[in-house]
Structures are given as structure tokens and as C-alpha cells.
């Protein structure tokens, strides 16, 4: 069955980066993209952009651009999104999510890394 | 790259219909057949209920409709059951500047 399973919460300070992983099983991994979606506490669910799925194209939308770098590691079907210069506003749930292709939906979602940034 | 408008709430009694909108602009919903919904329970990871404006994946019941007019979508929840309480987003393919995709604010579904 199709799963994507998520690194752990992570603390971190001020400034500081983090890297959440996403490692998807049960589906040819290289067939599809994956997107990254994040959502505040108590707040709605933001897009942040996608990876294509050879992995050698991405975009995010304006907000995080220069501040956020997808990739992906075929050899181990994990993607990986890392955030730099965090403040306390990039405090919430980051979720990855697969996007079968041409039909616009997300079908599958990892569970969520809480990131919390906190001096 | 704004957010498209959805309700805060609503509401309606079990057996009931409830019916959330979705507005955008041309440059998304109105100008994309690729607009989704998604049921979040607290705590939890959103599951897709829609897509296409009107498509449900496998084992979504078909309780549950979507519809789109111009730059509105919305999605009908029919027979209202306890576990349709629930926040619902939409979601929209935009092709500008680059192809993404923008959420809508959600909605807080209450079953009374």
C-alpha cells in the first residue's frame, strides 16, 4: 500500500535550518510528484511547491523562494524539504503530498513533522 | 498568489445537505478543471475528496459532490453523518507564474 512516512518534530532556534524527509513506499516512486504543504497551528493549509519526479525541476511559490530547497534522492524514493533563516512564524505542521499525475489532487499525504522555532 | 475564499462555517443536522463555496479568480479556479477538496479531522492528515472539480477517489462516498460555476467551486456534503464534522479545503491548480497550487481558508463543518 502507498505510504509516506515523515521525519519527526524538530526544535529549532531562530536563523537556523531545518530538513524534513518524506520516504514513499508502495508506488513507483519516480512517476509522480510531490508537493510540500505546511499549516500553522490552529491556522489553514499552506502551499509551499513541489518537486517533479525525476527531481530535476522544482518551484515554490513566491513566500518561500530563496529560503526553501526541495530534493529528492531516487535511490532510497525519499524527498527532502528543507527551510533556512526560520523564524517563529515558520512554526507549524509540514506535510509532503503526491500528486497522481494530471489530475490535480493530492491522493496521499505523509503524516506530518511538527517543526516548532523557538529561541 | 492569494488564497481563495471559503466560509468560516457551516452547519446543518444529520440527514441534512450542506453546501461550501470555493471563490477564486481566472487565473485559478476559474480557469482550472483541476480543483480539489480536502476533509481534515484534528490532528490529522487532510484525505482527498474531490478532484477535478467533481471526481471522487476510491472509497469516498457518494455522499459527497463537487460542482464548479465561473470562479466559484463548491462542494455538497449530502446525508450529513456525525463523522463529516470536519474542516473542508479547496484547493485550485494556477498556472501563474509557474504551475503551483493555492488552498482555500477552510471551512468548519459542524454536525448539530
Known amino acids: 500500500q502507498v505510504q509516506l512516512v515523515q521525519s519527526g518534530a524538530e526544535v529549532k532556534k531562530p536563523g537556523a535550518s531545518v530538513k524534513v524527509s518524506c520516504k514513499a513506499s508502495?508506488?513507483?516512486?519516480?512517476?509522480?510528484?510531490m508537493h510540500w504543504v505546511r499549516q500553522a497551528p490552529g491556522q489553514g493549509l499552506e502551499y509551499m511547491g513541489w518537486i517533479n519526479p525525476n527531481g530535476g525541476d522544482t518551484y515554490s511559490v513566491q513566500k518561500f523562494q530563496g529560503r526553501v530547497t526541495m530534493t529528492r534522492d531516487t535511490s532510497i524514493s525519499t524527498d527532502y524539504m528543507e527551510l533556512s533563516r526560520l523564524t517563529s512564524e515558520d512554526t507549524a505542521v509540514y506535510y509532503c503530498?503526491?500528486?497522481?499525475?494530471?489530475?490535480?489532487?493530492?491522493?496521499?499525504w505523509g503524516q506530518g513533522s511538527l517543526v516548532t522555532v523557538s529561541s | 498568489q492569494s488564497a481563495l475564499t471559503q466560509p468560516p462555517s457551516a452547519s446543518g443536522s444529520p440527514g441534512q445537505s450542506v453546501t461550501i463555496s470555493c471563490t477564486g479568480t481566472s487565473s485559478d479556479v476559474g480557469g482550472s478543471n483541476s480543483v480539489s477538496w480536502y476533509q481534515q479531522h484534528p490532528g490529522k492528515a487532510p484525505k482527498l475528496m474531490i478532484y477535478?472539480?467533481?471526481k471522487r477517489p476510491s472509497g469516498v462516498p457518494d455522499r459527497f459532490s463537487g460542482s464548479k460555476s465561473g470562479n466559484t467551486a463548491s462542494l455538497t456534503v449530502s446525508g450529513l453523518q456525525a463523522e463529516d464534522e470536519a474542516d473542508y479545503y479547496c484547493?485550485?491548480?494556477?498556472?501563474?507564474?509557474?504551475?503551483?497550487?493555492?488552498f482555500g481558508t477552510g471551512t468548519k463543518v459542524t454536525v448539530l
Open positions: 477535478e472539480v467533481n
Open positions: 508502495g508506488y513507483t516512486f519516480t512517476g509522480y510528484y
Open positions: 503530498a503526491r500528486e497522481p499525475p494530471r489530475t490535480g489532487g493530492f491522493d496521499y
Open positions: 484547493s485550485s491548480y494556477t498556472g501563474s507564474p509557474r504551475a503551483s497550487y493555492v
